[in-house]
């Protein structure tokens, strides 16, 4: 790509830090007015899950889903990767088989050549390849920023599916990928990232989370969802309160990007941390001996493409362990927290 161009300068956020915060969103998907039903829509908008879910009526169901953002990287084919990969895991999250997927695409084509764009088409069919999916078109339109996604298509059995709202009491908590990337990419898009800091971020949110197509065959996993823009916390919150149970978070078992403690130190948070802490700090208590300060930038702290966060039943926590370690994933194996019963107005309890 043209080095002198800064993809992150054209838009004003980036990545799943675009995301209307919980609290907005909750009041712009309200509405009275009736809509219609289908008896075959399995998951659909009365749940916050990942995906919407059709019934097939053959014993496995259609799983459909879209996500876009603006570039969370300066390199066009990386933030062609990233969008990609981020679309195709809400299809993972449920268990599923992604099929096909098409590119929505926004292009400011008078501040940003045509060739940068053919470059973001190119990273997002590297990961469809990747995926073993057909980039099988798309729409585009001249947009005042940048951004680019995917709508994704999967099928899944119905008897693997897996929604963000079955977790059940006494559950472990495991998650795949460590946060802190929305850290990273605020001090990229400021100029200030390290060069010892350089795709540190990028190895993790343009890694597909090809691993929930084989959590959905495994029983023991009794919920899961992707972590992404309303970071940890949003994202577990959805799950306990979907569930209608509590949570306790382990801070030092949470995998972090160490890197990002040092940009932490700077004052270098994303602004939707902010928000998102605002949308939901009413829920969330801390117990003594957690730094909170820190675990306040972190856990809030948007992802992009982040891992996947899985219940798991206690009886079967050493079969999913050991579906880790045969993925290269053993530095995921301790669970970071559990699902307990409700605790009243604080939803999700942080231990240290």
Same mark, same amino acid.
């Given at each position: ?78 933030? #062609? ?30 501040? $940003? %050549? ?6 973001? $088409? ?15 078109? #798309?729409?585009?339109?001249?947009? %005042?920023? %940048? ?19 079955? &977790? ?42 090809? $691993?929930?197509?084989? $959590? ?12 992404? #823009? ?12 979907? &569930? ?47 730094? !909170? ?42 669970? !970071? ?14 231990? %240290?």
């Amino acid at each position: 790509m043209n080095d002198s161009i800064r993809l992150t300068q054209y838009s004003h956020a980036a990545g799943c830090g675009c995301k209307i915060a919980p609290a907005v969103l909750q009041q712009i998907l309200q509405t009275d007015r009736p809509g219609f039903t289908a008896p075959q829509l399995l998951v659909g908008n009365s749940t916050n899950d990942d995906a919407a879910v059709y019934d097939l009526g053959n014993g496995t169901a259609l799983v459909s889903t879209t996500d876009f953002f603006a570039p969370i990287v300066d390199d066009a084919f990386d933030f #062609g990767r990233i969008a990609a990969a981020n679309a195709i895991s809400d299809v993972y999250a449920m268990g599923g088989k992604p099929l096909l997927a098409v590119a929505v695409l926004g292009w400011p084509v008078e501040k $940003l %050549p045509a060739s940068l764009a053919q470059q973001v $088409l190119e990273g997002a069919r590297s990961v469809c390849n990747e995926a073993q999916i057909p980039l099988a078109g #798309g729409h585009s339109i001249d947009a %005042p920023e %940048p951004f680019f996604g995917l709508a994704v298509n999967g099928l899944v059995p119905l008897e693997q599916l897996k929604q963000n709202n079955q &977790a059940q009491e006494g559950d472990w908590l495991l998650l795949t990928k460590p946060i802190g990337v929305g850290v990273l990419a605020t001090a990229e898009k400021r100029n200030l990232l390290l060069p010892e800091h350089q795709g540190l971020a990028l190895q993790y949110m343009s890694q597909l989370n090809r $691993l929930g197509e084989e $959590l959905g065959k495994q029983p023991g996993v009794t919920a899961m969802t992707d972590v992404t #823009g309303f970071g940890l916390l949003g994202h577990l919150l959805e799950m306990a309160e979907g &569930a209608a149970l509590g949570a306790e978070l382990y801070y030092r078992h949470i995998p972090l990007l160490d890197a990002a403690r040092h940009y932490l130190a700077q004052r270098v948070v994303p602004d939707a941390t902010y928000r998102n802490w605002n949308s939901y700090s009413s829920k969330v208590g801390f117990e003594a001996g957690v730094n !909170v300060m820190e675990a306040f930038n972190l856990l809030p702290d948007p992802q992009t493409n982040g891992g996947l966060l899985i219940a798991v039943a206690p009886a079967h926590l050493e079969t999913i362990q050991q579906v880790f370690r045969q993925h290269g994933l053993e530095a995921f194996t301790e669970p !970071v927290g559990r699902f307990t019963p409700s605790i009243g107005d604080k939803v999700v309890r942080v231990l %240290p």
